[in-house]
Protein backbone atom coordinates (compact mmCIF):
# COMPACT_ATOMS: atom_id res chain seq x y z
CA UNK A 1 0.00 0.00 0.00
CA UNK A 2 1.10 3.32 -0.32
CA UNK A 3 -0.47 6.87 -0.43
CA UNK A 4 0.36 9.22 -3.35
CA UNK A 5 -0.31 13.13 -1.30
CA UNK A 6 2.53 14.81 -3.51
CA UNK A 7 4.01 14.22 -6.34
CA UNK A 8 7.76 14.54 -4.74
CA UNK A 9 6.08 10.71 -2.95
CA UNK A 10 7.44 9.07 -6.24
CA UNK A 11 10.78 8.42 -7.30
CA UNK A 12 11.77 8.70 -10.86
CA UNK A 13 11.67 4.95 -10.94
CA UNK A 14 8.09 4.81 -9.46
CA UNK A 15 7.31 7.15 -12.07
CA UNK A 16 7.86 5.06 -14.88
CA UNK A 17 6.58 2.03 -13.06
CA UNK A 18 2.93 3.90 -12.85
CA UNK A 19 3.54 4.78 -16.88
CA UNK A 20 4.14 0.55 -17.16
CA UNK A 21 0.89 -0.04 -15.59
CA UNK A 22 -1.02 2.74 -17.79
CA UNK A 23 0.34 0.81 -20.87
CA UNK A 24 -0.69 -2.39 -19.80
CA UNK A 25 -4.07 -1.02 -19.00
CA UNK A 26 -4.25 -0.11 -22.72
CA UNK A 27 -3.63 -3.55 -23.34
CA UNK A 28 -6.13 -5.42 -21.38
CA UNK A 29 -4.36 -6.12 -18.53
CA UNK A 30 -5.53 -6.04 -14.74
CA UNK A 31 -9.07 -6.24 -16.09
CA UNK A 32 -10.78 -7.03 -12.79
CA UNK A 33 -8.56 -5.60 -10.61
CA UNK A 34 -11.28 -3.90 -8.56
CA UNK A 35 -13.79 -6.50 -8.65
CA UNK A 36 -15.65 -6.35 -5.36
CA UNK A 37 -13.74 -3.37 -4.11
CA UNK A 38 -14.86 -0.41 -3.03
CA UNK A 39 -13.40 3.44 -3.71
CA UNK A 40 -14.78 5.96 -1.36
CA UNK A 41 -14.53 9.52 -3.29
CA UNK A 42 -14.62 12.67 -1.51
CA UNK A 43 -15.12 15.49 -4.33
CA UNK A 44 -17.17 18.10 -5.29
CA UNK A 45 -20.01 18.96 -7.48
CA UNK A 46 -17.92 21.40 -9.48
CA UNK A 47 -14.61 18.64 -10.61
CA UNK A 48 -15.48 17.42 -13.90
CA UNK A 49 -12.58 15.80 -15.49
CA UNK A 50 -10.68 14.53 -12.21
CA UNK A 51 -13.85 12.82 -10.98
CA UNK A 52 -15.33 11.13 -14.30
CA UNK A 53 -12.08 9.57 -15.08
CA UNK A 54 -11.95 8.53 -11.64
CA UNK A 55 -15.34 7.06 -11.06
CA UNK A 56 -15.27 5.46 -14.92
CA UNK A 57 -11.62 4.33 -14.03
CA UNK A 58 -13.05 2.23 -11.06
CA UNK A 59 -16.13 1.12 -13.21
CA UNK A 60 -13.67 -0.61 -15.98
CA UNK A 61 -11.62 -1.84 -13.08
CA UNK A 62 -14.59 -4.06 -11.55
CA UNK A 63 -14.74 -1.77 -8.55
CA UNK A 64 -17.48 0.59 -7.22
CA UNK A 65 -17.49 3.96 -5.83
CA UNK A 66 -19.10 5.73 -2.80
CA UNK A 67 -19.41 9.66 -3.33
CA UNK A 68 -19.24 12.74 -0.65
CA UNK A 69 -18.67 16.03 -0.58
CA UNK A 70 -15.18 16.99 0.69
CA UNK A 71 -17.03 18.99 3.46
CA UNK A 72 -18.08 15.93 4.90
CA UNK A 73 -14.17 15.85 6.00
CA UNK A 74 -15.18 19.10 7.77
CA UNK A 75 -17.27 17.50 10.24
CA UNK A 76 -16.54 17.45 14.48
CA UNK A 77 -15.29 13.85 14.39
CA UNK A 78 -11.50 12.74 14.09
CA UNK A 79 -10.26 11.39 11.13
CA UNK A 80 -8.43 8.29 13.81
CA UNK A 81 -12.20 7.45 14.46
CA UNK A 82 -13.37 8.06 10.63
CA UNK A 83 -10.38 6.08 9.40
CA UNK A 84 -11.12 3.04 12.29
CA UNK A 85 -14.66 2.55 10.80
CA UNK A 86 -13.76 2.88 7.16
CA UNK A 87 -10.80 0.70 7.14
CA UNK A 88 -13.66 -1.75 7.72
CA UNK A 89 -15.02 -1.16 4.24
CA UNK A 90 -12.74 1.08 1.82
CA UNK A 91 -10.37 -0.50 -0.50
CA UNK A 92 -8.82 2.74 -1.14
CA UNK A 93 -9.91 7.16 -0.37
CA UNK A 94 -9.30 9.80 -3.40
CA UNK A 95 -9.83 13.51 -1.44
CA UNK A 96 -9.92 16.46 -3.25
CA UNK A 97 -10.18 19.25 -0.90
CA UNK A 98 -8.29 22.92 0.08
CA UNK A 99 -6.49 21.46 2.91
CA UNK A 100 -3.55 19.63 2.32
CA UNK A 101 -3.37 19.10 6.02
CA UNK A 102 -6.69 17.12 5.96
CA UNK A 103 -5.75 14.73 3.67
CA UNK A 104 -1.70 14.50 5.52
CA UNK A 105 -3.72 13.67 8.91
CA UNK A 106 -6.09 11.70 7.08
CA UNK A 107 -3.57 9.62 5.74
CA UNK A 108 -1.57 9.16 9.04
CA UNK A 109 -4.60 7.10 10.20
CA UNK A 110 -5.28 5.06 7.54
CA UNK A 111 -5.19 1.66 7.08
CA UNK A 112 -5.68 1.80 3.31
CA UNK A 113 -4.36 4.12 0.11
CA UNK A 114 -5.06 7.70 0.03
CA UNK A 115 -4.82 9.63 -3.55
CA UNK A 116 -4.69 13.29 -3.75
CA UNK A 117 -7.59 14.21 -6.06
CA UNK A 118 -6.53 18.33 -5.66
CA UNK A 119 -5.45 20.52 -2.75
CA UNK A 120 -4.90 24.51 -2.77
CA UNK A 121 -1.47 23.93 -3.17
CA UNK A 122 -0.89 21.13 -5.52
CA UNK A 123 -2.53 18.60 -8.36
CA UNK A 124 -0.19 15.78 -8.72
CA UNK A 125 -2.30 13.13 -10.56
CA UNK A 126 -2.75 15.79 -13.44
CA UNK A 127 0.76 17.13 -13.70
CA UNK A 128 1.42 13.00 -14.23
CA UNK A 129 -0.89 12.54 -16.91
CA UNK A 130 0.24 15.17 -18.64
CA UNK A 131 3.80 13.76 -18.06
CA UNK A 132 2.97 10.69 -19.22
CA UNK A 133 1.11 12.06 -22.17
CA UNK A 134 4.19 13.83 -23.44
CA UNK A 135 6.44 10.73 -23.18
CA UNK A 136 3.47 9.32 -26.34
CA UNK A 137 4.74 11.71 -28.71
CA UNK A 138 8.48 13.55 -27.45
CA UNK A 139 11.39 11.09 -28.24
CA UNK A 140 12.32 12.24 -24.33
CA UNK A 141 10.01 14.36 -22.54
CA UNK A 142 12.83 14.54 -19.75
CA UNK A 143 14.94 16.40 -22.06
CA UNK A 144 12.55 18.87 -23.09
CA UNK A 145 12.32 22.41 -22.08
CA UNK A 146 9.43 23.54 -20.16
CA UNK A 147 7.74 27.28 -19.32
CA UNK A 148 4.58 27.48 -17.11
CA UNK A 149 2.70 30.57 -17.36
CA UNK A 150 0.82 31.55 -14.70
CA UNK A 151 0.61 32.21 -10.82
CA UNK A 152 2.08 30.31 -7.83
CA UNK A 153 -0.88 28.13 -6.81
CA UNK A 154 -1.06 24.08 -7.30
CA UNK A 155 -0.29 23.65 -10.57
CA UNK A 156 2.48 25.76 -10.74
CA UNK A 157 3.75 24.11 -7.84
CA UNK A 158 3.49 20.50 -9.04
CA UNK A 159 5.09 21.28 -12.08
CA UNK A 160 8.45 22.81 -9.90
CA UNK A 161 7.70 19.72 -7.67
CA UNK A 162 7.84 17.28 -11.27
CA UNK A 163 10.93 19.32 -12.05
CA UNK A 164 12.68 18.90 -9.10
CA UNK A 165 11.84 14.86 -9.01
CA UNK A 166 12.92 14.30 -13.18
CA UNK A 167 15.06 16.99 -13.40
CA UNK A 168 13.19 18.77 -15.88
CA UNK A 169 14.28 22.65 -17.35
CA UNK A 170 11.66 24.16 -15.84
CA UNK A 171 11.01 28.41 -16.27
CA UNK A 172 7.89 30.36 -15.26
CA UNK A 173 6.24 33.12 -16.97
CA UNK A 174 4.59 35.63 -14.55
CA UNK A 175 3.27 38.92 -13.24
CA UNK A 176 4.96 40.23 -10.27
CA UNK A 177 4.62 38.42 -6.92
CA UNK A 178 3.10 35.75 -8.62
CA UNK A 179 6.77 33.88 -8.80
CA UNK A 180 7.04 29.87 -7.56
CA UNK A 181 10.14 29.98 -5.48
CA UNK A 182 13.05 28.07 -7.11
CA UNK A 183 12.31 28.84 -10.63
CA UNK A 184 13.45 31.10 -13.20
CA UNK A 185 10.96 33.68 -14.27
CA UNK A 186 10.45 36.07 -16.90
CA UNK A 187 7.93 38.44 -17.09
CA UNK A 188 7.12 38.61 -20.81
CA UNK A 189 6.19 35.85 -22.94
CA UNK A 190 8.24 37.07 -25.49
CA UNK A 191 11.68 36.40 -23.65
CA UNK A 192 10.18 33.67 -21.60
CA UNK A 193 9.23 30.65 -24.25
CA UNK A 194 12.45 31.44 -26.95
CA UNK A 195 13.95 28.21 -26.66
CA UNK A 196 11.34 25.83 -24.53
CA UNK A 197 9.13 23.35 -26.16
CA UNK A 198 6.44 22.63 -23.75
CA UNK A 199 4.27 25.49 -22.55
CA UNK A 200 2.06 24.77 -19.43
CA UNK A 201 -0.77 27.54 -17.97
CA UNK A 202 -2.67 27.74 -15.25
CA UNK A 203 -6.04 29.15 -14.91
CA UNK A 204 -5.89 33.00 -13.69
CA UNK A 205 -7.39 34.50 -10.66
CA UNK A 206 -9.53 37.36 -11.28
CA UNK A 207 -7.12 39.89 -9.67
CA UNK A 208 -4.51 39.12 -12.22
CA UNK A 209 -6.40 38.97 -15.02
CA UNK A 210 -5.33 42.62 -16.24
CA UNK A 211 -1.59 42.21 -15.05
CA UNK A 212 -1.09 39.37 -16.88
CA UNK A 213 -1.37 40.78 -21.20
CA UNK A 214 2.52 40.66 -21.38
CA UNK A 215 2.52 37.25 -20.11
CA UNK A 216 -0.66 35.60 -22.07
CA UNK A 217 0.13 32.64 -24.77
CA UNK A 218 -0.91 33.58 -28.18
CA UNK A 219 -0.79 31.88 -31.34
CA UNK A 220 2.56 34.85 -32.49
CA UNK A 221 4.31 33.86 -29.28
CA UNK A 222 4.47 30.06 -29.81
CA UNK A 223 5.90 30.81 -33.41
CA UNK A 224 9.19 31.62 -30.94
CA UNK A 225 9.12 28.38 -29.15
CA UNK A 226 11.31 25.41 -30.89
CA UNK A 227 10.17 23.95 -33.73
CA UNK A 228 7.36 21.39 -32.37
CA UNK A 229 6.95 22.98 -29.58
CA UNK A 230 3.37 21.82 -27.79
CA UNK A 231 0.58 24.06 -25.81
CA UNK A 232 -0.98 22.33 -22.60
CA UNK A 233 -3.27 24.35 -21.30
CA UNK A 234 -4.34 23.09 -17.66
CA UNK A 235 -8.54 23.19 -17.99
CA UNK A 236 -10.61 24.65 -17.07
CA UNK A 237 -8.69 27.58 -19.82
CA UNK A 238 -10.04 30.84 -20.65
CA UNK A 239 -9.55 32.34 -24.22
CA UNK A 240 -8.39 35.87 -23.57
CA UNK A 241 -6.96 35.56 -20.43
CA UNK A 242 -4.33 32.83 -20.06
CA UNK A 243 -4.46 31.86 -23.45
CA UNK A 244 -5.69 33.47 -26.77
CA UNK A 245 -8.36 32.22 -28.43
CA UNK A 246 -5.99 31.24 -31.72
CA UNK A 247 -3.93 29.69 -29.81
CA UNK A 248 -6.34 27.18 -28.93
CA UNK A 249 -7.44 26.97 -32.29
CA UNK A 250 -3.84 26.10 -33.74
CA UNK A 251 -1.92 23.54 -34.39
CA UNK A 252 0.26 24.13 -31.17
CA UNK A 253 -2.81 22.84 -28.61
CA UNK A 254 -2.66 19.24 -27.24
CA UNK A 255 -5.25 19.44 -24.79
CA UNK A 256 -8.01 17.49 -25.19
CA UNK A 257 -6.13 14.42 -26.75
CA UNK A 258 -4.01 14.88 -23.56
CA UNK A 259 -6.60 14.10 -21.17
CA UNK A 260 -7.59 11.38 -22.65
CA UNK A 261 -4.68 9.66 -20.74
CA UNK A 262 -6.06 11.07 -17.58
CA UNK A 263 -8.41 7.55 -17.08
CA UNK A 264 -5.62 5.26 -17.72
CA UNK A 265 -3.08 7.00 -15.63
CA UNK A 266 -5.32 7.54 -12.39
CA UNK A 267 -6.48 4.25 -13.08
CA UNK A 268 -2.16 2.82 -12.93
CA UNK A 269 -1.91 5.30 -9.92
CA UNK A 270 -4.81 3.34 -8.25
CA UNK A 271 -3.60 0.28 -9.19
CA UNK A 272 0.13 1.18 -7.92
CA UNK A 273 -1.01 2.60 -4.50
CA UNK A 274 -2.87 -0.80 -3.67
CA UNK A 275 -0.13 -2.91 -4.53
CA UNK A 276 -0.57 -3.90 -8.22
CA UNK A 277 1.83 -4.07 -10.70
CA UNK A 278 5.17 -6.25 -11.23
CA UNK A 279 8.18 -5.58 -9.57
Known amino acids: MKDFIRFTDLSRDEIYKIFRIADDITE ?4 GFLRGKTVVMFFPDSSIRTRV ?10 GQTILFPPATLDKKEKFKDV ?7 ADAVIIRHNDIAKIDEMASYSSFPIINGLTDVNHPCEILSDLYALSKIRDDFTKDKYLFCGKRGNIGNTWKSAADVLGL ?16 VFYDINEAIVGRDIVCTDTLPAYIVDEFDECRVTKAAMEKANKGAVL ?4 PFFRGEEVSADVIDSEYFVGYGFKKHLLTVQQAVMIYCMGGGEA
Open 28 to 31: GKYE
Open 53 to 62: TFEKGVYLLG
Open 83 to 89: CGYLSNW
Open 169 to 184: DLVQCCCEACEIDGVP
Open 232 to 235: NPCP
